[in-house]
């Protein structure tokens, strides 16, 4: 079975601290995606990953950003949390656009930051 | 970004054939109509998608209008686990997209047993 996983699947951090979400798949795709999901927001990109080192800023990048070192992994960062930043957070994988197939999701990461 | 409207609810019973309609008359020749759902407490999840014919598969169809300005994803017979947010989602199989999926607010869809 495709898996993308989360490291968490609930997180607790204080204001001001650095937090990582770390999120890998097993599938061996090009494409990955962090997204943020908030009621009455539904889900909105933050960043997206098209190959290793690579990132492209989504909708809402600010006080975020994303490191893809191995193809396999891809970790978005928290600088300075802050409580707007409480949500439900989702990774996402996907090979290359051009074979236009599915994208995988993992189980989200749900992050309260006090 | 093509923009799409879909109900914010709709209610069947188990068993029961559920058409969900999604309205996306601004897409281009070149985008697909991708749908997903996301079921309580987990992360979407990949139903089916099309470009102009209609498409089947095990989880559900595909009926896509004659202008493509509108589509509905058909569920045969509802079980109680189709219970989710239904998301229909012009994707851009070109350009610069690499694969970007755009969610809008979906459909709600509520099943009784």
């Known amino acids: 079975d495709v898996k993308v996983t989360q490291s968490s699947r609930y997180l607790v951090k204080r204001t001001g601290e650095k937090v990582f979400l770390e999120c890998v798949q097993d599938?061996?795709?090009?494409?990955m995606f962090w997204y943020r999901q908030d009621p009455g927001l539904g889900l909105r990109l933050i960043y997206f990953?098209?190959?290793?080192?690579?990132?492209e800023k989504g909708d809402i990048p600010e006080g975020y950003s994303v490191s893809r070192e191995k193809k396999e992994r891809f970790s978005l960062i928290l600088e300075s949390a802050s409580t707007n930043q409480t949500s439900m957070y989702l990774c996402?994988?996907?090979?290359?656009?051009?074979?236009?197939?599915?994208?995988?999701f993992g189980q989200g990461t749900r992050l309260t930051v006090v | 970004d093509a923009k799409t409207t879909q109900p914010n609810s709709m209610e069947s019973n188990e068993e029961e054939p559920v058409h969900l309609p999604c309205n996306h008359s601004t897409i281009s020749g070149t985008d697909y109509i991708h749908w997903y759902r996301q079921l309580p407490s987990q992360g979407p999840e990949y139903v089916i998608h099309g470009l102009t014919s209609n498409v089947n598969n095990r989880m559900a169809s595909l009926a896509i209008a004659e202008d493509r300005k509108s589509s509905t994803l058909i569920l045969h017979r509802a079980t109680l686990r189709d219970a989710a947010v239904y998301y229909c989602i012009p994707y851009n199989a070109g350009g610069t997209s690499y694969g970007k999926l755009t969610f809008g607010q979906g459909t709600i869809l509520t099943v009784h047993p």
């Open positions: 996402a994988s996907s090979p290359p656009w051009v074979m236009n197939t599915e994208a995988f």
């Open positions: 990953s098209y190959d290793v080192k690579m990132k």
């Open positions: 599938m061996d795709h090009e494409n």
